[in-house]
Nanobody, 121 residues
């Protein structure tokens, strides 16, 4: 059974930083991509970043690419999202996902429960 458990969310001031973690258990195949989506209040779920477990290739959404970085520690089966210079519009629930495709998509096979990030001004 695959489980994705996010951590690291919380309350931070504008301009601050947070690092989200997503620990995967039961995900034995390195062919899965992992990544992050977010859902802000009243908005649709939005793609944030994805990383290939096998190649390490990353892709970050244009709206955050200058501030967010995705990385992975395959030995720990954990993917990270480093978020710097946070803005109020980054306030959302952040979801970890694992997808058998080359990148995480809205049709990902597995999802975490989500972690709240609140950026206050």
């Amino acid at each position: 059974q695959v489980q994705l458990v996010e951590s690291g969310g919380g309350l931070v001031q504008v301009g601050g930083s947070l690092r989200l973690s997503c620990a995967a258990s039961g995900l034995t195949s390195s062919s899965y991509a992992m990544g992050w989506f977010r859902r802000a209040p009243g908005k649709e779920r939005e793609f944030v970043a994805t990383i290939s477990r096998s190649s390490g290739t990353t892709y970050v959404a244009g709206s955050v690419k200058d501030r967010f970085t995705i990385s992975i520690d395959n030995a720990k089966n954990t993917v990270y999202l480093q978020m710097n210079n946070l803005k109020s519009e980054d306030t959302a629930v952040y979801y970890c996902a694992a997808d058998r495709r080359l990148a995480v998509t809205i049709w990902a096979d597995y999802w975490g429960q989500g972690t709240q990030v609140t950026v206050s001004s």
